[in-house]
């Protein structure tokens, strides 16, 4: 196996910034403020920029254990696709088609308007406007193309998702095998440390305080209690997705899904003529333990996916540090999509986690009678997601009623993950059904296989 020339780190997006940021004051002792939001990740940071926007005398307070952007927000694939990556159908079964109908609307939104507040505040996060490109390079994989396609197009985006051919795909990017792939348009690449880096300064210029280096050791209704002192608020907004299960109380309430990823050194001239990718699509493939691919400011190829897919108990990576396996599992995707590529040096292998409810569904709420609120559980759509999260927590935060806070996704609750080993046995297994549907799809060339079938359907997908 190629060795990567860096390993963990948090993330390669920090090197790519001059490495890891110094981490602001913690909390200086006990506080009382209006809003308390635990996590400084892109949720808690939007949340807090649509607070304070609204409401410019609120008194907010970020409290992070680590630094802003430490967990996914810094250390994800850079897609900004305002896409809705749940099941449709199991929000539509409490609210009705209509308001899931507005759900579908609301994300397609989120694009633009994390480029909007990027260029009003100065934040150059190299985000790029470009489409969304998913392949087929089997006919199991095709059959789920032409499945999510008409999926995608009967719940609202028929005028950003179509279907292509063979050629037209190969012509954007050239993956041996390519049998067809599905566009989204209306999306971008982003340097996700970069925009997460460049939000908290937006909110700290905002006058919120952002306390690193904090710990919540408890939360309680109007008090979140860190190591550094109590901070006494009238709501407190729980934004640390898949670090949820870290919090006292919560180790089942959001499992924390392990996601990879590694970088090339930036790639010659030559290289990209035969692979192309000129349009810097964000790129990704219909096996059923997918992979997310971009194309970097600096030329270098990112791929992410699933290796070990969690930790028993709930436990989390040491600051991104990936397991050898995961590498080599990575390695192997980037050197069957892009064969130019395999001499080109591995500069890079990170991990982090991602929060997935039971229902791998998203949610985001605020229960009136503590004044706790959440948001997260996003399966991996984070980068835009996250926008749309922020600006309803703000709003349920200062108790309006807005076309936001009435969208199916607003306080509903989920049942909690399985206990120990119950947990850790089932998404073992589902990963292993999955991985193994890919191997005979791959080896038998045929359709989707009944393994395939029970993953995906373990996973709601």
Known sequence: MQAPNHVGEVSFW???IGGLPAKRPALPGDRQVDVCIVGAGYTGLWTAYYLKKADPGLN??????????????GRNGGWLTGGFAWTQERYAADRGEGPVRDMVNAMNGTVDEVIRVANAEGIDADIRRTDELMVATNPAQMARLSQEVAHRRQWGEDERVYQIGAQDAKDRVNIPG??????????????????VRGLAAAVEALGVTIAEGTEVIAMAPGLVTTRHGRVRATKILRCTEGFTATLPGLKREW????SAQIVTAPLPPEVWDKIGW????????????????????????AVGGRGLPYRFGSAVDAAGTPDPETIRRLISILHRHFPAARDVAIDHAWCGVLGVPRDWCATVGLDATTGIGWAGGYVGVGVSTSNLAGRTLADLARDQTTDLTELPWVNRKVRKWEPEPFRWLGVQGMYALLNAADRSEMRHKTGPSRLAAIGNWLTGR
């Open 178 to 195: 390519t049998l067809g792939g599905m566009i989204v348009s209306g999306v971008a690449r982003v340097q996700p440390a970069k925009l």
């Open 60 to 73: 907010v307070l970020i409290v992070e254990k680590e630094f802003a952007g430490f967990g996914a927000s």
């Open 14 to 16: 920090y090197r790519d």
């Open 255 to 258: 499992l924390p899904l392990n």
């Open 278 to 301: 000129h349009g810097h699509e964000i790129l990704g493939d219909f096996m059923n333990a997918y992979c997310y691919c971009q194309r970097t400011r600096e030329g270098r190829i």
